[in-house]
Structure formats: structure tokens, C-alpha cells
């Protein structure tokens, strides 16, 4: 992990919480996905199909996907409110940690979730 200390601790037992919530099969998007490691610990310890970690900074999705990218795993660069490049239906499950505090409309983020 690039990142050290209880933060990072607190994220990986919250993404590993969540990965009790994917199916087989399913198709995941994490949203504000920051620097990749905790939708890697999601893949790693679910059965899903499919993972999209975004991110809003292009930079930190770069580097996502260079240091965690893999078959069924991939990073891009987007913006929660809007997730332009996700079409409706096509994730069955939403994982956002710590986001909505830091997105200047939530409504619209959770509106694009829905």
C-alpha cells in the first residue's frame, strides 16, 4: 500500500466489510476510488466479474490502474455526481467511501448512484 498508518487500516477493513456484500458474478463500481488499493482488496476478496474503481483526479486513477490494475480491474477517471462514463444498469453494486463529505452536490451523486 502507498499509503501507511490507521487510515489506511480503517479502508482496507471497510472495503473487506464490504466485499461480503458482492455476488458472484456481479459487476462493482467504487466510487472516489482514490488510490486503487481498497477496490484491489474488494476484488481480491469477493467473487464479482467485474471492478471500476473512479476516481476524480486523473492522476490518481493513472496511477490505480499502473499499480493495481489486473484482468477485471480497472481505474479511470471520473466524477461521481455525474459517472458519464457508466451507463445506467450496467453495476450491480456501489461502494463510496468517505465521498459524499467532499462532493460539492451530494444530491447529484447519490441521483447518479440511483
Not at 66 to 89: K, S, W
Amino acid at each position: 500500500l502507498r499509503e501507511s498508518g490507521s487510515r489506511a487500516d480503517a479502508h482496507i477493513v471497510r472495503y473487506a466489510w464490504a466485499a461480503g456484500y458482492v455476488r458472484p458474478g456481479d459487476r462493482v463500481l467504487d466510487c472516489a476510488c482514490g488510490l486503487g488499493y481498497g477496490t484491489a482488496v474488494l476484488a481480491a476478496l469477493s467473487r464479482g466479474s467485474a471492478y471500476l474503481g473512479l476516481d476524480l483526479d486523473p492522476a490518481t486513477a493513472e496511477y490505480a490502474q499502473a499499480n493495481y490494475g489486473a484482468e477485471g480491474l480497472r481505474y479511470a477517471a471520473g466524477d461521481v455526481a455525474v459517472l458519464d462514463g457508466v451507463p445506467d444498469a450496467s453495476v450491480d453494486l456501489i461502494v463510496s467511501m468517505e465521498t459524499l463529505e467532499h462532493v460539492p452536490d451530494w444530491e447529484a451523486a447519490l441521483d447518479a448512484f440511483a
